[in-house]
């Protein structure tokens, strides 16, 4: 079974500091792992994906996310935050289930909240 | 760039009816997928869907739903008679692949009342 955890529900940081939102999954095979963002009433946008290429990945808007396999980890980084930054942020993970279809397992989200 | 459009983007029904939510997935996309997400919750996997049946299915995918794609382009989940517990944002997502392409609706949000 694939689970996804995200540590701290609520992260505030300032305009221009560094965001860091956490992510460790358990999985019994390679993994893919994906960040999502989601702003109020909006759907889910992929920020980033790993598929077993470079462990360092890059997203949009400034982003990027390390495969970290010793560390089961998969940590969400941008060096200075904006204001439009504020949003919910989901981690997953997938692996390939019957039939060749990869569903998605989502973590709890964590909201970044950037003040000015 | 390709899009995967639902509609309608807010429907509200009594409890006990039946809904249908309809989802058009990307057009050369081969797997196809329906989530939700709880008001303040998580993401949910409902159902995945390949070759015209279910390849997968969640706990939460009782007898109460059901999935078609009545004709090569849409993509519909249906709810027989609704609860007030089914209140939720759903999401269609489609994939070419695995999960190369995989991209999700904007959701529809079904409020049960």
């Known amino acids: 079974a694939q689970s996804v955890t995200q540590l701290g529900s609520h992260v505030s940081v300032s305009e221009g500091a560094l965001v860091l939102l956490r992510c460790n999954y358990s999985?019994?095979?390679?993994?893919?792992l994906f960040w999502y963002v989601q702003y109020p009433n909006q759907g889910l946008q992929l920020l980033l994906k790993?598929?077993?290429?470079?462990?360092l990945v890059k997203g949009i808007n400034g982003f990027e996310a390390e495969f970290k396999k010793s560390e089961t980890s998969f940590h969400l980084t941008k060096p200075s935050a904006h204001m439009s930054d504020a949003a919910e942020y989901f981690c997953?993970?997938?692996?390939?289930?019957?039939?060749?279809?990869?569903?998605?397992?989502f973590g709890k989200g964590t909201l970044l909240t950037v003040n000015p | 760039e390709p899009e995967v459009t639902q509609t309608p983007s807010h429907q509200v029904t009594q409890m006990g009816q039946e809904v249908i939510l309809r989802c058009v997935p990307i057009?050369?996309?081969?797997?196809f997928y329906w989530y939700r997400q709880i008001l303040g919750q998580k993401v949910e996997f409902l159902v995945s869907f390949y070759n015209n049946e279910i390849s997968e299915k969640s706990e939460i995918f009782d007898d109460q739903f059901s999935v078609e794609r009545p004709d090569g382009s849409n993509f519909t989940l249906k709810i027989r008679s609704t609860k007030l517990e089914d209140s939720a944002m759903y999401f269609c997502a489609s994939s070419l692949q695995g999960v190369y392409g995989y991209t999700f609706g904007s959701g529809t949000r079904l409020t049960v009342v």
């Open positions: 999985s019994s095979v390679p993994p893919y």
């Open positions: 790993y598929t077993s290429a470079a462990t």
């Open positions: 997953a993970v997938s692996l390939r289930g019957g039939g060749s279809n990869y569903k998605l397992t």
């Open positions: 057009s050369n996309h081969l797997y």
